[in-house]
T-cell receptor
Framework: GNSVTQMEGPVTLSEEAFLTINCTYTATGYPSLFWYVQYPGEGLQLLLK?????DKGSNKGFEATYRKETTSFHLEKGSVQVSDSAVYFCALSAGGTSYGKLTFGQGTILTVHP | DTAVSQTPKYLVTQMGNDKSIKCEQNLGHDTMYWYKQDSKKFLKIMFS???????INETVPNRFSPKSPDKAHLNLHINSLELGDSAVYFC???????????FGSGTRLTVV
């Protein structure tokens, strides 16, 4: 079946540090890949997505590139802010009989200190 | 206007009770989902409906019963609540043509 593996958290950084959260996946076919963010006490918000190999998703300074050869979709940001503190989820959506359901990684808690 | 709205936001109830969570979307999407987020933040699909038809039912105890009266609504009824049902339940919807998913703000269920 489909699966998503994220790097273990929590991740603690100082403001303006570089962020990488690793994500690898296993899926049949050609899934779409997503990063979602969950701020404390809130629901999930789509951060960025990529629908085919070599696509780069970007939003709010975050980027991730769909790498089919390494089955990865690592999230990066050059300079994090305190307001980026949240839980980040990597997810995939495959076609066929999965009916578009999202398969999530386990989430990575990010804390950014001033 | 809220795109996907869930009610209630918080629900505290005793073991053995029956409760419902409601979800409505005003995006015109055809497909709706229920996800469960456990205490470790792990998210897992429970059910999905496409235009009022059940299309995904993931190994969920039959105490959980989804109901979709129309494509804009997907409710979740839970019978005989157990301590292990305590979690945050998220409703989501998805349109066609590559449009993304929109999540509700979640319902935090606490069974005591």
């Amino acid at each position: 079946g489909n699966s998503v593996t994220q790097m273990e958290g929590p991740v603690t950084l100082s403001e303006e540090a570089f962020l990488t959260i690793n994500c690898t996946y296993t899926a049949t076919g050609y899934p779409s890949l997503f990063w979602y963010v969950q701020y404390p006490g809130e629901g999930l918000q789509l951060l960025l997505k990529a629908t085919k190999a070599d696509d780069k998703g970007s939003n709010k300074g975050f980027e991730a590139t769909y790498r089919k050869e390494t089955t990865s979709f690592h999230l990066e940001k050059g300079s994090v802010q305190v307001s980026d503190s949240a839980v980040y989820f990597c997810a995939l959506s495959a076609g066929g009989t999965s009916y578009g359901k999202l398969t999530f990684g386990q989430g990575t808690i990010l804390t950014v200190h001033p | 206007d809220t795109a996907v709205s869930q009610t209630p936001k918080y629900l505290v109830t005793q073991m053995g009770n029956d409760k419902s969570i409601k979800c409505e979307q005003n995006l015109g999407h055809d497909t709706m989902y229920w996800y469960k987020q456990d205490s470790k933040k792990f998210l897992k699909i429970m059910f999905s409906y496409n235009n009022k038809e059940l299309i995904i039912n993931e190994t969920v105890p039959n105490r959980f019963s989804p109901k979709s009266p129309d494509k804009a609504h997907l409710n979740l009824h839970i019978n005989s609540l157990e301590l292990g049902d305590s979690a945050v339940y998220f409703c989501a919807s998805r349109g066609t043509g590559g449009s993304g998913y929109t999540f509700g703000s979640g319902t935090r269920l606490t069974v005591v």
